[in-house]
């Protein structure tokens, strides 16, 4: 079965600070998403890494992707209280011969001032 | 571009009722998928359509429902609704390559409350 576990599932921190949000998957995929959402809001599209050793980078959100660890970070630099969210990550792949699109349970950043 | 576009936004529903959520992709995504949004249950999928076929199905009962039409626009239908089913449907299109759905683009969604 494919599972995908976030941690942490709350992050509080402080401004101009940097932290790490992991995101472990349970079967072979070499495609990972990232996501974000505003309280109150839809998804929006951050990342999308497609093969192992991905990196990807927007503003102060850097995404990678360890296909043989299956494991994905989101590194936030020097936080922002913008950066205030929901970030989910989610993996596809077929897992006993079905095609599955599994989302993370999400982590919940609020970063104070 | 335009986005995607669901309606309604926000409706109240009884138990026992029925309800139909439409959604319009971006123009040329020929997938869409559902999900439902819960604080308990998280996100959960509901199922894909792509060239009016339902191409992949979560684990909810057959009182949800879709289908896609020609134009790529979709339609979910819950039929005797429960208390548990108030949510936040989600609907995403997606620029399918190959067999894999892709990056999703997410409509605003459509709150649903059942009394």
């Known amino acids: 079965e494919l599972k995908v576990e976030q941690n942490p599932l709350f992050l509080s921190m402080q401004e101009g600070k940097n932290y790490t949000i992991y995101c472990n998957y349970s079967?072979?995929?070499?495609?990972l998403y990232w996501y974000r959402q505003d309280p109150g809001k839809s998804l929006e599209s951050l990342f999308v890494?497609?093969?192992?050793?991905a990196v990807k980078q927007e503003g102060r959100l850097m995404a990678s992707l360890d296909t043989k660890a299956r494991l994905s970070t989101l590194h936030i630099t020097a936080a922002v209280h913008d950066l205030s969210a929901t970030y989910f990550c989610?993996?596809?792949?077929?897992?006993?011969?079905?095609?599955?699109?599994?989302f993370g349970t999400g982590t919940r950043l609020k970063v104070l001032a | 571009k335009a986005g995607v576009t669901q309606t309604p936004r926000y409706l109240i529903k009884t138990r026992g009722q029925q309800v139909t959520l439409s959604c319009s992709p971006i123009?040329?995504?020929?997938?869409v998928s559902w999900y439902q949004q819960t604080p308990g249950q998280g996100l959960q999928f509901l199922f894909e359509?792509?060239?009016?076929?339902?191409?992949n199905k979560g684990n909810f009962p057959g009182r949800f429902s879709g289908r896609q039409f020609s134009n790529s626009r979709s339609e979910m239908n819950v039929s005797t609704l429960e208390l548990g089913d108030s949510a936040l449907y989600l609907c995403?299109?997606?620029?399918?390559?190959?067999?894999?759905?892709?990056?999703?683009?997410f409509g605003e969604g459509s709150r649903l409350t059942v009394l």
């Open positions: 890494l497609l093969s192992n050793g």
């Open positions: 989610a993996v596809d792949g077929i897992t006993s011969g079905t095609y599955k699109y599994i």
């Open positions: 123009s040329g995504h020929r997938s």
């Open positions: 079967t072979t995929s070499d495609r």
């Open positions: 995403a299109s997606s620029l399918v390559q190959r067999r894999f759905t892709g990056e999703l683009f």
């Open positions: 359509y792509f060239s009016e076929t339902q191409r």
